[in-house]
Nanobody, 123 residues
Framework: QVQLVQSGGGLVQAGRSLRLSCAASGRTFGSYVMGWFRQAPGKEREFVAAISWSGRNTYYADSVVGRFTISSDNAKNTVYLQMNSLKPEDAAVYYC????????????????WGQGTQVTVSS
């Protein structure tokens, strides 16, 4: 089984930056897709960004293109989400997920999830 442990998150002012981390254990990155999703109160979980097992392919939601960057460090089995120019609408609980290779934008295809971390953005 794969365990995902998240770190980062917190309260920031709009326009500031935050970096989230997701460390995976139990499996290597090989043959896995790693993704970030977020869920605001009363909303469905939505796709934010994803990266292929090789790190060669990245995917972003339109709402975060140009502001967020997903990256991976295979030596540490860790995926990062660098969030710049944060907006109040970015506030949510952020979850990292891992799963077999497939369509990276669909949460139902992910097998494992981190515990979630709160991101709050003040106006």
């Amino acid at each position: 089984q794969v365990q995902l442990v998240q770190s980062g998150g917190g309260l920031v002012q709009a326009g500031r930056s935050l970096r989230l981390s997701c460390a995976a254990s139990g499996r290597t990155f090989g043959s896995y897709v790693m993704g970030w999703f977020r869920q605001a109160p009363g909303k469905e979980r939505e796709f934010v960004a994803a990266i292929s097992w090789s790190g060669r392919n990245t995917y972003y939601a339109d709402s975060v293109v140009g502001r967020f960057t997903i990256s991976s460090d295979n030596a540490k089995n860790t995926v990062y989400l660098q969030m710049n120019s944060l907006k109040p609408e970015d506030a949510a609980v952020y979850y990292c997920g891992a799963g077999p290779m497939g369509a990276p934008r669909y949460a139902n295809l992910y097998t494992y999830w981190g515990q979630g971390t709160q991101v709050t953005v003040s106006s």
